[in-house]
């Protein structure tokens, strides 16, 4: 008898109605909208930072080429060959010969300085362009996120306190429902917003230091061209910093200066 008493009670249990799925149902339409912008948002976040991530790290690992075997080559050309095809660096070496080229062909008195140094630069432009591109998406929804999350909570808000009027008391089972989906866009919004504005600022800092690379290998090539390619700047490898390392570490003291 006893045990058919707690089976009875334990069926006349109350389902619980105060979960996510429960507080996106009583907001309705409006509620789901919200969340769908908020995902969409959450979504396409993280894609452009995995790919921005990608192509950044494509770009600084195609540096390392760069620096050990580009400048080894006698010619422009030659070392140009030697470079991955539509990357950033071929593509400045591929302007500014062909802007030097070009330039035999006006008929004006232009310094050739000042049109392969514009070359270069607009050739820079783009990359860093190109680079820059989904960067505003991540911005925005840092901005508009946190906003997003509240028009849900203030829609919220506002549904309980019409529950709170048609009852005519603040019963617990009538606000539970409403302030907690206003509570959740709230969590969403902020939790959307976050890794938009970190994902910005560190693929901003990246990009930062990928143009000040490129416009050093830029002016290098318009110093090796101004120079019919005298100039060249010195090529670090591994080899030589361990070489010089070995020899710093058994060079002899210095004797130290008589006390006078």
């Known amino acids: 008898m006893y045990i058919e008493l707690l089976a009875a009670a334990g069926g006349a249990a109350p389902k619980n109605q105060f979960g996510f799925y429960e507080a996106l149902e009583q907001g309705g339409v409006i509620a789901w909208s919200i969340f769908g912008v908020l995902v969409i948002m959450s979504v396409g976040s993280f894609y452009i930072l995995i790919t921005k991530w990608i192509e950044q790290q494509k770009i600084f690992n195609q540096y390392k080429g760069v620096r050990t075997q580009f400048w080894r ?5 030659e070392g140009a060959n030697k470079l991955e ?11 500014g010969l062909t802007a030097e080229e070009s330039h035999g062909k006006m008929t004006d008195a232009m310094e050739a300085h000042d049109w392969l140094h514009g ?15 989904g960067l505003p998406f991540l911005a925005t929804v840092g ?3 946190p906003f997003v999350g509240l028009l849900g909570t203030v829609i919220g808000i506002y549904r309980a306190l019409i529950n709170i009027g048609l009852a005519g008391s603040a019963s617990i089972d009538k606000v539970a429902g409403p302030v907690g989906e206003a509570l959740i ?3 969403i919004g902020l939790l959307v917003a976050v890794p938009a504005v970190l994902a910005y600022n560190w693929l901003q800092s990246r990009n930062k230091r990928i143009a000040e690379l490129l416009s050093g290998f830029s ?14 700047p010195a090529v670090i490898t591994q080899t030589s910093t361990q070489q010089a390392a070995k020899a710093a570490a058994t060079a002899p003291a210095k004797p130290a200066a008589p006390r006078t």
């Open 73 to 77: 080559a006698p010619t422009l050309r």
């Open 143 to 145: 901005a508009t996120a």
């Open 185 to 187: 866009m709230t969590a």
């Open 119 to 133: 070359s270069l630069a607009r050739s820079e432009a783009s990359i860093n362009a190109k680079l820059a591109g």
């Open 219 to 232: 002016t290098d090539i318009l110093a090796n061209i101004n120079s019919k390619g005298a100039v060249k």
């Open 85 to 95: 095809k539509n990357s950033a660096w071929r593509q400045l070496v591929d302007d």
